[in-house]
């Protein structure tokens, strides 16, 4: 089925630094999400981008919805401890139903 | 708590039982879903379901039964387990499918099939 290109794969940092993630698609998109999954528990919405060129924030986490609408891009600023987890990047067009990337796991170094 | 609530969170079974993974969600969402997570393979999804009575295949569904006699209900079947099944499985449910709603995933069932 189709799926994201979402990179890179894995990051290991040290704690305090930032982090960037990025999705890309052949296909456009009309709504992109990101979603973190924390150890043991099921994924949770973190930010949703509805318009290209749109940029969002959520508290020290912001994402933006690329202008060709084929990509989107999510950083997180000053890295915590409790920032470990999975990011799910997702694109919806229309009525079709969500496409997820395949994850990209954060480790963080205290 | 509003949600979707997954049911059970771990289970084994053994090369050709069944077993039913339960998921209810309370919100009223017309939208269902049920996705499988292996290490290196994202979220697959098995099968969905647009309102209740109409259910419908996703991108992995073979070995996977369900139904949808209820809008809050959508149970997943196995009707023979095989170790390829081993896996985590997530219930998402949206007020519909497409339109910019995202999903909301209950905690998952972590099944191995021995």
């Known amino acids: 089925g189709q799926q994201l290109n979402q990179s890179p794969q894995s990051m290991f940092i040290q704690e305090g630094e930032d982090v960037s993630m990025n999705c890309t698609s052949s296909?456009?998109?009309?709504?992109w999400l990101w979603y973190k999954q924390d150890p043991g528990e099921g994924p949770v919405l973190l930010i949703a981008?509805?318009?290209?060129?749109e940029l969002t924030s959520n508290g020290r986490l912001t994402a933006q919805f690329g202008i060709t609408r084929k990509d989107s891009f999510l950083n997180i600023s000053a890295s915590i401890p409790s920032d470990v987890g999975i990011y799910f990047c997702?694109?919806?067009?229309?009525?079709?139903?969500?496409?997820f990337g395949q994850g990209t796991r954060l480790t963080i170094n205290p | 708590n509003a949600g979707v609530t997954q049911t059970p969170k771990f289970q084994v079974l053994k090369t050709g039982q069944s077993m039913t993974l339960q998921c209810a969600q309370d919100?009223?969402?017309?939208?269902m879903s049920w996705y499988r997570q292996d290490p290196g393979m994202g979220l697959r999804l098995i099968h969905y379901?647009?309102?209740?009575?109409?259910?419908d295949q996703g991108e992995v569904p073979n070995g996977y039964n369900v139904s949808r006699s209820t809008t809050e209900d959508f149970p997943l079947r196995l009707l023979s387990a095989a170790p390829s099944q081993t896996s985590v499985y997530f219930c998402?449910?949206?007020?519909?499918?497409?339109?910019?709603?995202?999903?909301?995933f209950g905690s998952g069932t972590r099944l191995t099939v021995v």
């Open positions: 981008l509805y318009k290209a060129g």
């Open positions: 296909s456009i998109f009309n709504t």
């Open positions: 998402a449910s949206s007020p519909k499918q497409g339109a910019g709603y995202g999903y909301t």
């Open positions: 997702a694109g919806q067009r229309g009525a079709q139903k969500l496409v």
């Open positions: 379901s647009v309102g209740a009575g109409i259910t």
């Open positions: 919100m009223n969402h017309e939208y």
